[in-house]
């Protein structure tokens, strides 16, 4: 194995086009997918976390950046809107605090498991995915980003520079349940994410997605229309409605953790949960629909 | 091979070491620094944390390379150059937070990243900081009264027996 | 709290100074100049025919010293099976070879096929990728009950069939027990099952080889709960080296919970190859080799009846459980569905008729053997069960169905060969009524309800037999060792005093708890008393710990060593205090002439033991050192109640542990802190048996849980701080301490008492729900609301 740390983004780049390595950052997918000695598998790792370009989150009036380097706990401690406490509440779920320390918001994107805590909150946030290579700079939407379990839009020379989550989205307020076997660190077996706008009682925009539910997690976008316009007390009273999409859109797996039929039900209850927590952080607020970044 | 560098426990050290060595194996084998424990190789079980430039780390997870420069903290250098435990060492023993001792070195290192940044952690702050570390033997009471203890909460009420 | 330190303080341990220093010294910390490594090659396949395996390119990679094969150990026994159960028709159990390395067949998933010696880790990981294994796959046999229908695919061609044996226990009481069945005003019928456990200690098991040519000499440095064992078993059985030339050394040991009582190839492995490449050989598992490798634990399916009548009284108890062995029979596999199991079965209650039919079965899985509580945590289970659904059918209170069926004379004899010596079951239940405070139950119940939560609360009895055994009985029940302890109380020159015990410490505080007792018997501070243990050249003989014996076994061997040590010392006293040793006593580290003031201190006795310049030469040698091995005269009876309190998330089935009450009669307790711990690391792992736990397998007989992230383990936030007494002692009346053993009790009353309170929960808010099988994941308990 050789491994490789560049300074810059055009060295990163050149590595990426010369020699296909395998990406790291926080590095705890990579270890955890292999094992023995020798590990992690795979003969070339380019570590991009000394591209001082890939730290931090810097707030613009398009939104906000996360840099692709920028870790867990970083998210966790930042000062970001009461729109983005989903993202901020994934953070602290992920892993431990050991594991928050290390791993990024990006490679948790990139390792495109279908129960990738980050990637609910992402989408109810609208999240975009720039990435870089020498040929090319890329945005793409997150819901194109990752395609399938395990697989993403990223080409063998690409990588994934920063997260954006777009200043429209930082409206509302914004929560994010999961449930496992256990309350930490095991595979969620269902989980989800809301955001919300309200204006006096009424929703004016609602973002939900379920995870671990689907090869890749999903946006509820028929219940989020029903939801407009909706007094924010009412929600529970569609949950035949949700039921249905959740029906429709879902394909949860039986597996050792849990069955199908749970998965099912645990994901309605799960959003139910996250838009009462959303609707009371969003009632909350000042009728100004939010701060901006 | 590649040539590392680093500081661990205040002590500058270098040496070559292959390219995929990981933090845990060279603090093992190469510094010969045991008290750094491998349970799961899986980033699981928390018995190899140690710190680097302050935060608590798992040391499988992470090679050597990446520490170039870093300081790094472990276990062996937790108690006062004359052997005297730290606060949070002497409450493990006094409030018999450990028992086999294998999970022992990663919990007090967690267990002092956390009270760095929360002084006076609750039982609910505790037992959620702890989600990175497994310890099969004590049932976590002990070890959640330790942490306790050492951040000077009374711990006299919590039942002992 | 004693100001001396001795018996009954809660001395603080010294070993944790060097663990908590990073100073422990492990077996993976201890590397060997000169050493090589070893790689396993592992079968990936539950069941296949070895039609031939091609190492010539693995032969020539870089490093490689040697790449073995089953080949290779034509002339080495098998790995030994401890224990020979006798079926119901008297006949012996089946009993399957147990290679080294795969002979002719896999037979589960992780069975090691090959493995390669080279000078480091990764060499022998690369050239264990170059090693070509054709292997035919077979069916492979997972179901119990479908492993024992006719025509089945069989584990071991050699074999009958896949059932090891068929065992009745009391066979006799076979018909009786029927007929009560038969006749009685009610039955209540339970089907459950005891799941697959893994134990999980988190220190892997390591092992190091070493020979010496000079002298043709092995040492093997292991994992072990019990280094003499060890060495028994594999210097007679399957290396033929006898003992005086094979030392095992277990230095500290992370955990063990039975997993690391037993003989594994691993360690033959080390030692005969190093021996071969004439180089030191070290493993270290993988966690994944751990969950492939470490035997498992429990893994009954199991069907109760129990007859009572109108008033609850129990009448007969009639069980049948399929128990799987896996694939191979570990060290003491067969003793923990039988007896270890079936004897169990009276529970704390007077039974008069009872009868317990295990037939134990071989399936292509990693092979099942003791994990904490063995067999006992399987009787208590299902009893406590059973007991509370008939209270529930019946409308009796689950408390008062239990007293009115206590047993409350003693000692008392079971219908299961079991005598309880001492005892007070209402005197127990007594205390946790008012530790649990059941009365204050409704009160938190509903404000469990605002906030949309259902609360329930579950209580349980248990008993176990520990301190295994008397020899000669456990002989006749098959044992293939015997069950006693050794020590050697070294008193030196100066008065301070060396114990070498057979028993190990790998978490229970020996080093601390042990030197209490000396400390008590002769009047010296603790710091004076050192203990030696886990090392087969230091310590004469040991039989090590599990089945909660070291204090009650290896203690009572210590002190009878003690005794005699005193004795001796005591007539020593008198030829230098010029009186008759009849009237020496010794307190406080003083030898007194009974009502004078004429004394001498301990430490001139020893020193004069020494420098015999004024002894009775005559009459005694000099020195002061002595061994006494102990043999118990019955197993010890350590007994208690539980009861916990849970809430249960409608909405998600999710449940959370609120409250956790043990009270437990252990007898004399010597370190109550040291109690306290291991009652509370009990709990951790009988709540997470009950909640978290599960070891699955597919139908092709592969593993799904081969890692801590699918195996789920409690961690801190999965448990509550728990309120644990012991106050409620009736010391054993047959070991010299009154001690009855303290390591396994949290991890067999606990399973039954989440259970009971979840049932009870989801009753309370009308489910008509009488059972989950564990482990109770959201999923299952949300499944059983929706009936």
Same mark, same amino acid.
């Given at each position: 194995?050789?491994?490789?740390?560049?300074?810059?983004?055009?060295?990163?780049?050149?590595?990426?086009?010369? =020699?296909?390595?395998?990406?790291?950052?926080?590095?705890?997918?990579?270890?955890?997918?292999?094992?023995?000695?020798?590990?992690?598998?795979?003969?070339?790792?380019?570590?991009?976390?000394?591209?001082?370009?890939?730290?931090?989150?810097?707030?613009?009036?398009?939104?906000?950046?996360?840099?692709?380097?920028?870790?867990?706990?970083?998210?966790?401690?930042?000062?970001?809107?009461?729109?983005?406490?989903?993202?901020?509440?994934?953070?602290?779920?992920?892993?431990?605090?050991?594991?928050?320390?290390?791993?990024?918001?990006?490679?948790?994107?990139?390792?495109?498991?279908?129960?990738?805590?980050?990637?609910?909150?992402?989408?109810?946030?609208?999240?975009?995915?720039?990435?870089?290579?020498?040929?090319?700079?890329?945005?793409?939407?997150?819901?194109?980003?990752?395609?399938?379990?395990?697989?993403?839009?990223?080409?063998?020379?690409?990588?994934?520079?920063?997260?954006?989550?777009?200043?429209?989205?930082?409206?509302?307020?914004?929560?994010?349940?999961?449930?496992?076997?256990?309350?930490?660190?095991?595979?969620?077996?269902?989980?989800?994410?809301? =955001?919300?706008?309200?204006?006096?009682?009424?929703?004016?925009?609602?973002?939900?997605?379920?995870?671990?539910?689907?090869?890749?997690?999903?946006?509820?976008?028929?219940?989020?229309?029903?939801?407009?316009?909706?007094?924010?007390? =009412?929600?529970?009273?569609?949950?035949?409605?949700?039921?249905?999409?959740?029906?429709?859109?879902?394909?949860?797996?039986?597996?050792?953790?849990?069955?199908?039929?749970?998965?099912?039900?645990?994901?309605?209850?799960?959003?139910?949960?996250?838009?009462?927590?959303?609707?009371?952080?969003?009632?909350?607020?000042?009728?100004?629909?939010?701060?901006?970044? | 091979?590649?040539? +590392?560098?680093?500081?661990?426990?205040?002590?500058?050290?270098?040496?070559?070491?292959?390219?995929?060595?990981?933090?845990?194996?060279?603090?093992?084998?190469?510094?010969?620094?045991?008290?750094?424990?491998?349970?799961?190789?899986?980033?699981?079980?928390?018995?190899?944390?140690?710190?680097?430039?302050?935060?608590?780390?798992?040391?499988?997870?992470?090679?050597?390379?990446?520490?170039?420069?870093?300081?790094?903290?472990?276990?062996?250098?937790?108690?006062?150059?004359?052997?005297?435990?730290?606060?949070?060492?002497?409450?493990?023993?006094?409030?018999?937070?450990?028992?086999?001792?294998?999970?022992?070195?990663?919990?007090?290192?967690?267990?002092?990243?956390?009270?760095?940044?929360?002084?006076?952690?609750?039982?609910?702050?505790?037992?959620?900081?702890?989600?990175?570390?497994?310890?099969?033997?004590?049932?976590?009471?002990?070890? +959640?009264?330790?942490?306790?203890?050492?951040?000077?909460?009374?711990?006299?009420?919590?039942?002992?027996? | 709290?004693?100001?001396?330190?001795?018996?009954?303080?809660?001395?603080?341990?010294?070993?944790?100074?060097?663990?908590?220093?990073?100073?422990?010294?492990?077996?993976?910390?201890?590397?060997?100049?000169?050493?090589?490594?070893?790689?396993?090659?592992?079968?990936?396949?539950?069941?296949?025919?070895?039609?031939?395996?091609?190492?010539?390119?693995?032969?020539?990679?870089?490093?490689?010293?040697?790449?073995?094969?089953?080949?290779?150990?034509?002339?080495? *026994?098998?790995?030994?099976?401890?224990?020979?159960?006798?079926?119901?028709?008297?006949?012996?159990?089946?009993?399957?070879?147990?290679?080294?390395?795969?002979?002719?067949?896999?037979?589960?998933?992780?069975?090691?096929?090959?493995?390669?010696?080279?000078?480091?880790?990764?060499?022998?990981?690369?050239?264990?990728?170059?090693?070509?294994?054709?292997?035919?796959?077979?069916?492979?046999?997972?179901?119990?009950? !479908?492993?024992?229908?006719?025509?089945?695919?069989?584990?071991?061609?050699?074999?009958?069939?896949?059932?090891?044996?068929?065992?009745?226990?009391?066979?006799?009481?076979?018909?009786?027990?029927?007929?009560?069945?038969?006749?009685?005003?009610?039955?209540?019928?339970?089907?459950?099952?005891?799941?697959?456990?893994?134990?999980?200690?988190?220190?892997?098991?390591?092992?190091?080889?070493?020979?010496?040519?000079?002298?043709?000499?092995?040492?093997?440095?292991?994992?072990?709960?019990?280094?003499?064992?060890?060495?028994?078993?594999?210097?007679?059985?399957?290396?033929?080296?006898?003992?005086?030339?094979?030392?095992?050394?277990?230095?500290?040991?992370?955990?063990?919970?039975?997993?690391?009582?037993?003989?594994?190839?691993?360690?033959?492995?080390?030692?005969?190859? !190093?021996?071969?490449?004439?180089?030191?050989?070290?493993?270290?598992?993988?966690?994944?080799?751990?969950?492939?490798?470490?035997?498992?634990?429990?893994?009954?399916?199991?069907?109760?009846?129990?007859?009572?009548?109108?008033?609850?009284?129990?009448?007969?108890?009639?069980?049948?459980?399929?128990?799987?062995?896996?694939?191979?029979?570990?060290?003491?596999?067969?003793?923990?569905?039988?007896?270890?199991?079936?004897?169990?079965?009276?529970?704390?209650?007077?039974?008069?008729?009872?009868?317990?039919?295990?037939?134990?079965?071989?399936?292509?899985?990693?092979?099942?053997?003791?994990?904490?509580?063995?067999?006992?945590?399987?009787?208590?289970?299902?009893?406590?069960?059973?007991? #509370?659904? !008939?209270?529930?059918?019946?409308?009796?209170?689950?408390?008062?169905?239990?007293?009115?069926?206590?047993?409350?004379?003693?000692?008392?004899?079971?219908?299961?060969?079991?005598?309880?010596?001492?005892?007070?079951?209402?005197?127990?239940?007594?205390?946790?009524?008012?530790?649990?405070?059941?009365?204050?139950?409704?009160?938190?119940?509903?404000?469990?309800?605002?906030?949309?939560?259902?609360?329930?609360?579950?209580?349980?009895?248990?008993?176990?037999?520990?301190?295994?055994?008397?020899?000669?009985?456990?002989?006749?029940?098959?044992?293939?060792?015997?069950?006693?302890?050794?020590?050697?109380?070294?008193?030196?020159?100066?008065?301070?005093?060396?114990?070498?015990?057979?028993?190990?410490?790998?978490?229970?505080?020996?080093?601390?708890?042990?030197?209490?007792?000396?400390?008590?018997?002769?009047?010296?501070?603790?710091?004076?008393?050192?203990?030696?243990?886990?090392?087969?050249?230091?310590?004469?003989?040991?039989?090590?710990?599990?089945?909660?014996?070291?204090?009650?076994?290896?203690?009572?061997?210590?002190?009878?060593?003690?005794?005699?040590?005193?004795?001796?010392?005591?007539?020593?006293?008198?030829?230098?205090?010029?009186?008759?040793?009849?009237?020496?006593?010794?307190?406080?580290?003083?030898?007194?002439?009974?009502?004078?003031?004429?004394?001498?201190?301990?430490?001139?006795?020893?020193?004069?033991?020494?420098?015999?310049?004024?002894?009775?030469?005559?009459?005694?040698?000099?020195?002061?050192?002595?061994?006494?091995?102990? #043999?118990?005269?019955?197993?010890?009876?350590?007994?208690?109640?539980?009861?916990?309190?849970?809430?249960?998330?409608?909405?998600?089935?999710?449940?959370?542990?609120?409250?956790?009450?043990?009270?437990?009669?252990? *007898?004399?307790?010597?370190?109550?802190?040291?109690?306290?711990?291991?009652?509370?690391?009990?709990?951790?792992?009988?709540?997470?048996?009950?909640?978290?736990?599960?070891?699955?397998?597919? #139908?092709?007989?592969?593993?799904?849980?081969?890692?801590?992230?699918?195996? !789920?383990?409690?961690?801190?936030?999965?448990?509550?701080?728990?309120?644990?007494?012991?106050?409620?002692?009736?010391?054993?009346?047959?070991?010299?301490? *009154?001690?009855?053993?303290?390591?396994?009790?949290?991890?067999?009353?606990?399973?039954?008492?989440?259970?009971?309170?979840?049932?009870?929960?989801?009753?309370?808010?009308?489910?008509?729900?009488?059972?989950?099988?564990?482990?109770?994941?959201?999923?299952?308990?949300?499944?059983?609301?929706?009936?």
């Amino acid at each position: 194995m050789s491994y490789h740390r560049p300074q810059d983004l055009a060295s990163a780049y050149h590595l990426l086009a010369e =020699r296909a390595p395998r990406l790291l950052a926080g590095g705890t997918d990579v270890y955890a997918s292999s094992e023995g000695p020798g590990r992690p598998d795979g003969a070339e790792l380019l570590d991009i976390t000394a591209i001082r370009a890939l730290h931090g989150i810097c707030p613009s009036p398009q939104g906000w950046r996360i840099g692709a380097a920028t870790t867990w706990a970083e998210v966790a401690g930042a000062d970001l809107p009461p729109a983005l406490d989903a993202l901020k509440q994934a953070a602290r779920e992920i892993g431990s605090p050991q594991i928050q320390n290390r791993a990024t918001v990006a490679g948790n994107l990139c390792n495109a498991s279908p129960a990738a805590d980050g990637v609910p909150p992402l989408l109810v946030l609208d999240a975009m995915v720039e990435t870089g290579s020498l040929r090319r700079a890329r945005m793409i939407p997150l819901r194109k980003f990752v395609t399938g379990p395990r697989t993403t839009a990223l080409r063998t020379d690409e990588m994934v520079i920063a997260v954006h989550v777009p200043a429209s989205a930082g409206k509302g307020a914004s929560a994010f349940e999961k449930i496992g076997a256990r309350r930490h660190m095991v595979i969620s077996i269902a989980m989800a994410a809301a =955001r919300m706008v309200t204006r006096q009682g009424q929703i004016t925009e609602a973002a939900i997605s379920v995870g671990a539910c689907s090869p890749v997690a999903r946006r509820l976008t028929a219940f989020e229309k029903m939801l407009k316009g909706t007094a924010a007390t =009412r929600i529970a009273d569609l949950r035949p409605h949700l039921e249905q999409e959740l029906a429709e859109c879902l394909s949860p797996i039986d597996d050792l953790r849990a069955d199908a039929a749970y998965r099912a039900h645990v994901a309605g209850a799960l959003v139910l949960r996250c838009l009462a927590r959303a609707a009371s952080g969003a009632t909350s607020q000042p009728e100004s629909e939010g701060e901006g970044p | 091979m590649t040539e +590392v560098s680093m500081t661990v426990n205040g002590r500058p050290v270098r040496a070559d070491v292959p390219d995929n060595t990981l933090l845990a194996d060279f603090l093992r084998e190469n510094l010969e620094l045991t008290g750094t424990h491998v349970g799961c190789d899986t980033a699981q079980c928390g018995a190899c944390v140690v710190h680097v430039n302050g935060r608590a780390v798992k040391s499988c997870n992470i090679f050597a390379l990446e520490c170039e420069g870093a300081e790094v903290a472990t276990i062996e250098g937790e108690a006062a150059p004359d052997g005297t435990l730290s606060a949070i060492q002497q409450a493990f023993q006094d409030h018999h937070g450990l028992q086999c001792g294998f999970c022992t070195p990663g919990m007090v290192m967690s267990a002092k990243a956390l009270l760095a940044e929360n002084p006076e952690p609750t039982e609910a702050e505790i037992r959620a900081y702890l989600k990175g570390n497994i310890c099969r033997c004590t049932g976590y009471h002990n070890i +959640v009264r330790a942490i306790m203890a050492a951040s000077g909460q009374d711990v006299s009420n919590i039942a002992a027996e | 709290m004693p100001a001396d330190g001795g018996i009954g303080a809660s001395t603080r341990r010294r070993e944790d100074v060097r663990f908590l220093t990073g100073q422990g010294r492990y077996t993976d910390d201890i590397n060997i100049h000169n050493q090589a490594h070893v790689f396993f090659l592992r079968s990936d396949m539950a069941h296949g025919r070895i039609n031939g395996i091609d190492i010539s390119a693995a032969e020539k990679m870089p490093g490689v010293l040697k790449v073995f094969t089953a080949a290779d150990f034509a002339e080495v *026994g098998g790995i030994p099976c401890g224990w020979q159960v006798t079926d119901r028709f008297g006949e012996p159990m089946q009993e399957p070879k147990h290679p080294v390395l795969a002979e002719g067949f896999v037979r589960h998933v992780g069975e090691p096929i090959a493995a390669v010696v080279a000078d480091t880790l990764q060499q022998a990981r690369d050239a264990a990728e170059a090693i070509e294994v054709d292997i035919e796959a077979l069916p492979a046999v997972v179901d119990m009950a !479908a492993a024992l229908e006719d025509g089945a695919q069989k584990v071991h061609e050699d074999l009958k069939s896949n059932l090891c044996y068929d065992w009745g226990f009391v066979e006799e009481n076979r018909d009786a027990v029927d007929e009560a069945i038969r006749k009685a005003p009610h039955v209540t019928t339970l089907e459950l099952v005891n799941q697959r456990l893994v134990a999980n200690p988190v220190e892997p098991r390591v092992a190091i080889g070493v020979h010496d040519r000079a002298d043709d000499e092995y040492t093997l440095y292991t994992t072990s709960q019990n280094p003499h064992v060890i060495r028994l078993l594999m210097g007679a059985f399957v290396l033929g080296i006898p003992e005086h030339k094979l030392r095992v050394v277990s230095p500290d040991v992370g955990g063990g919970f039975g997993t690391k009582i037993f003989h594994y190839q691993e360690e033959a492995f080390c030692t005969f190859a !190093a021996k071969v490449v004439n180089r030191p050989v070290k493993w270290r598992a993988s966690r994944s080799e751990a969950f492939m490798s470490d035997a498992q634990g429990r893994d009954h399916v199991t069907k109760i009846e129990l007859a009572l009548d109108e008033e609850g009284h129990f009448l007969a108890i009639r069980t049948s459980t399929l128990a799987n062995m896996g694939a191979y029979l570990s060290t003491f596999a067969p003793s923990v569905p039988t007896w270890l199991h079936g004897t169990l079965m009276a529970g704390n209650y007077r039974t008069p008729l009872i009868y317990v039919n295990v037939r134990a079965v071989f399936t292509n899985t990693v092979p099942v053997d003791a994990y904490r509580g063995a067999g006992r945590p399987e009787a208590t289970f299902q009893l406590e069960r059973v007991i #509370d659904k !008939a209270a529930r059918e019946l409308g009796i209170d689950p408390v008062e169905i239990r007293r009115r069926n206590f047993i409350t004379e003693f000692p008392y004899e079971t219908p299961v060969a079991l005598t309880y010596d001492t005892g007070d079951y209402h005197a127990t239940m007594d205390k946790l009524m008012e530790l649990a405070d059941r009365d204050g139950f409704e009160a938190r119940a509903a404000e469990s309800k605002k906030r949309g939560r259902l609360r329930g609360f579950g209580v349980n009895c248990y008993i176990e037999a520990c301190g295994i055994a008397p020899s000669n009985l456990v002989g006749q029940l098959g044992a293939r060792a015997g069950l006693y302890e050794s020590a050697t109380v070294r008193v030196n020159a100066t008065g301070s005093v060396t114990v070498m015990t057979g028993s190990h410490s790998h978490g229970q505080g020996h080093e601390t708890a042990f030197p209490q007792v000396i400390a008590s018997m002769i009047g010296i501070d603790p710091s004076q008393v050192e203990i030696v243990h886990g090392d087969t050249a230091r310590v004469p003989m040991g039989m090590g710990t599990y089945g909660s014996r070291s204090l009650a076994v290896g203690g009572s061997a210590m002190v009878r060593a003690a005794e005699k040590v005193i004795d001796k010392a005591r007539k020593i006293a008198a030829h230098l205090l010029e009186a008759s040793a009849e009237d020496i006593e010794l307190k406080e580290g003083r030898f007194t002439v009974k009502g004078t003031d004429k004394s001498v201190a301990w430490g001139d006795v020893t020193l004069a033991a020494y420098v015999p310049h004024n002894y009775p030469l005559e009459d005694l040698e000099p020195g002061l050192e002595e061994t006494a091995f102990y #043999d118990p005269a019955n197993f010890t009876y350590p007994a208690g109640a539980y009861a916990c309190e849970v809430e249960v998330d409608p909405e998600t089935g999710k449940v959370t542990v609120e409250r956790f009450a043990a009270v437990d009669d252990f *007898g004399t307790i010597v370190n109550p802190m040291i109690v306290d711990g291991q009652v509370h690391g009990g709990l951790g792992q009988g709540i997470g048996q009950a909640l978290l736990e599960g070891c699955v397998y597919d #139908d092709e007989g592969q593993l799904l849980t081969a890692s801590y992230m699918d195996y !789920a383990m409690p961690r801190a936030d999965d448990l509550p701080f728990y309120s644990v007494d012991h106050s409620c002692a009736t010391p054993c009346t047959h070991n010299p301490l *009154g001690v009855k053993g303290c390591g396994e009790a949290g991890c067999i009353g606990s399973p039954p008492t989440i259970v009971n309170a979840v049932v009870d929960a989801l009753q309370r808010a009308g489910h008509d729900v009488t059972h989950i099988d564990m482990p109770l994941t959201p999923s299952r308990v949300w499944a059983a609301m929706q009936g």
